[in-house]
């Protein structure tokens, strides 16, 4: 079976600014995507989110470029993910962008990868994991 990774937009961040421990552990699992040909999937939600907190289409395309094209996948976000994202968001006060990365990744049968708390009440919907829970000897 082929594991495939879906990163919340912050986790993107923590790697492509190199922010601290975090952008280390997201960087490690982006070298074990490499080394053992797993897929990182990105959606063109986390295209929306990153050029909402100011990334170029250039800085984005930097981002998904040290993964070689057969390692990654880019996906859509369905109307209906969005909607089901707003009634979520609505009923369990968490952002409405992580209700949707929660979703895509269920709907996907993807890993979601991720820090924010929001996860920890979508957990029905997607359980996250961190970026060093695959990488920690």
Wanted: glycine content about 2%; charged content about 35%; proline content about 1%.
């Amino acid at each position: 079976m082929t594991e495939e990774f879906y990163y919340d937009t912050s986790i993107w961040i923590d790697f492509y600014e190199k922010r601290g421990k975090n952008g280390e552990s997201a960087f490690k699992l982006i070298e074990k995507v490499i080394r053992e040909e797993l897929k990182i999937v990105h959606s063109n939600h986390n295209i929306e989110e990153l050029k909402a907190v100011g990334y170029s289409q250039d800085e984005i395309n930097d981002f998904l470029s040290i993964v070689k094209p057969n390692l990654t996948r880019k996906i859509l976000k369905t109307n209906s993910q969005v909607e089901e994202a707003k009634k979520l968001s609505r009923e369990r006060n968490v952002s409405r962008g992580d209700a949707l990365h929660a979703i895509i990744s269920r709907d996907n049968d993807l890993q979601l990868i991720a820090r924010d708390r929001d996860f920890d009440f979508l957990k029905d919907i997607s359980r996250a994991k961190l970026p060093e829970d695959f990488t920690e000897d």
